[in-house]
C-alpha cells in the first residue's frame, strides 16, 4: 500500500520558518493536499491542488517540491500555527495520509 | 454554507457493526464534482481515510478495512452513512466526515477535503 512520510516534529521560534517534510514514492505525479489540525478540533485544509490557499489560510503558508518530497513552509510562524500537520495524497482514487508532524513554536 | 455533521453511537460491542450518518448542507451529491469521505482518528493517533462516496455512486475503500466497510448515500435527505461491520477495540476513534471536491485544470482532475465535521467519538468496549 501507498505511504507517506513526515517527520513526528518540528520545533521552531516565533517569526522563523517552520518546514515539514513529506515523502512518498511517485509524489511527483500526484497533487497533495495539506491539513492542519489544532488538539480537540477537526482538521483544517490548508494547501490543496499542490500551492493553493483556501479562502482564509494566510499567505505565510506554501508548498515546494522536490523529486518524491513536498515540503510545506510556513514563513514569520506564528503561535496560532502550533498544530498538527498531515499531508494526504489519493492513490488509485484511496486517500492516503502521512503520519503527521506535531509543530512547536517556541 | 457548507456544513457537515456526523452522528452515531459513543459506544458499540465487540462484533457488532457500527453505523454512522453525515447530515450535510450547503452542497449536493447530484452536483458534479461533489463527494463525501469518512476519515477516522485513533486517540492520540495519525488520520486514517476510510472510505469515500462520490456524486455518480462511485466507491471507493480503504485497502485494509474494505472487507468490513459499507458506504452509502440519500441525496433526498443529504445524508451519508457509513457501516463497519465486526468492531474491534482497535476501531475506538474520532470519525470524521468532510466534504470531498473534484476539480479539474486543463490536465488533471484534483481532489481536497475542503469542509469537515465535528467528529464523533466511538468507543469499542464490551
Known amino acids: 500500500s501507498y505511504e507517506l512520510t513526515q517527520p513526528p516534529s518540528v520545533s521552531v521560534s516565533p517569526g522563523q520558518t517552520a518546514r515539514i517534510t513529506c515523502s512518498g514514492d511517485?509524489?511527483?505525479?500526484?497533487?497533495v493536499c495539506w491539513y492542519q489540525q489544532k488538539p480537540g478540533q477537526s482538521p483544517v485544509l490548508v494547501i490543496y491542488e499542490d500551492n493553493k490557499r483556501p479562502s482564509g489560510i494566510p499567505e505565510r503558508f506554501s508548498v515546494s517540491r522536490s523529486g518524491t518530497t513536498a515540503t510545506l513552509t510556513i514563513s514569520g510562524t506564528q503561535p496560532m500555527d502550533e498544530a498538527d500537520y498531515y499531508c494526504?495524497?489519493?492513490?488509485?482514487?484511496?486517500?492516503?495520509f502521512g503520519g503527521g508532524t506535531k509543530l512547536t513554536v517556541l | 454554507q457548507v456544513a457537515l455533521r456526523e452522528s452515531g453511537p459513543a459506544q458499540v460491542r465487540p462484533t457488532q457493526t457500527l453505523t454512522l450518518t453525515c447530515t450535510f448542507s450547503g452542497f449536493s451529491l447530484k452536483t458534479k464534482g461533489m463527494c463525501v469521505s469518512w476519515i477516522r482518528q485513533p486517540p492520540g493517533k495519525a488520520l486514517e481515510w476510510l472510505a469515500r462516496?462520490?456524486?455518480?455512486?462511485?466507491?471507493y475503500f480503504s485497502q485494509s478495512l474494505k472487507t468490513r466497510l459499507t458506504i452509502s448515500k440519500d441525496t433526498s435527505k443529504n445524508q451519508v452513512v457509513l457501516r463497519l461491520t465486526n468492531m474491534d477495540p482497535a476501531d475506538t476513534a474520532t470519525y470524521y466526515c468532510?466534504?470531498?471536491?473534484?476539480?479539474?485544470?486543463?490536465?488533471?482532475?484534483?481532489?481536497?477535503?475542503?469542509?469537515w465535521g465535528k467528529g464523533t467519538t466511538v468507543t469499542v468496549s464490551s
Open positions: 511517485k509524489l511527483g505525479d500526484r497533487y
Open positions: 462516496i462520490d456524486w455518480d455512486d462511485d466507491k
Open positions: 494526504q495524497v489519493w492513490d488509485s482514487s484511496t486517500g492516503v
Open positions: 468532510a466534504r470531498l471536491v473534484r476539480g479539474e485544470n486543463s490536465n488533471y482532475f484534483f481532489y481536497y477535503m475542503d469542509v
